[in-house]
């Protein structure tokens, strides 16, 4: 019988950012995520941003200095955070492509620039 999926839940109130979790990942699932300064919680969050490459080991767990992170059953959260995770490689290519865009007109600029100040 396989094992049941399960991620990791960290109770946010309790967490006191040591980012522990996120170093003791062998696969590097989750992240910092920074806040706005306007929301209640004012320092990094760890995150599930590789949904697919957790393993359910529960290292993270094991990490947390002040037990504060348990794992949940997956329930469907499985294909929601893997939705998560395609929306954020589309917004990445895509901002690769504006970077690259503006990279080219600004040599452009540069080009054009030149080519006015030859004798």
């Keep these: ?15 006191m950012a040591c980012v522990m979790c996120i170093l003791a ?10 806040i706005p300064p306007d929301d209640e ?7 599930m941003i590789y949904p697919e490459y ?3 080991c529960g290292i993270c767990v094991t990490a947390c200095p002040i037990d504060v992170i348990e794992m949940v059953k997956a329930e469907g959260l499985e294909e929601i955070l893997a939705q ?3 929306a954020r ?13 503006a990279v080219e007109a600004f ?10 100040n030859e004798p």
């Design 107 to 116: 040599f452009k600029t540069m080009a054009e620039q030149a080519a006015q």
């Design 25 to 34: 990942c062998p696969f590097s699932c989750m992240e910092a995520e920074y």
């Design 89 to 101: 490689k589309v917004s990445a290519i895509e901002k690769e492509k504006q970077r690259k865009e």
């Design 84 to 86: 998560e995770h395609e």
């Design 54 to 56: 957790c393993i359910s």
């Design 41 to 47: 919680y004012k320092k990094p969050r760890p995150k």
């Design 1 to 15: 019988m396989a094992k049941e999926k399960t991620f990791p839940k960290v109770d946010y109130e309790q967490c």
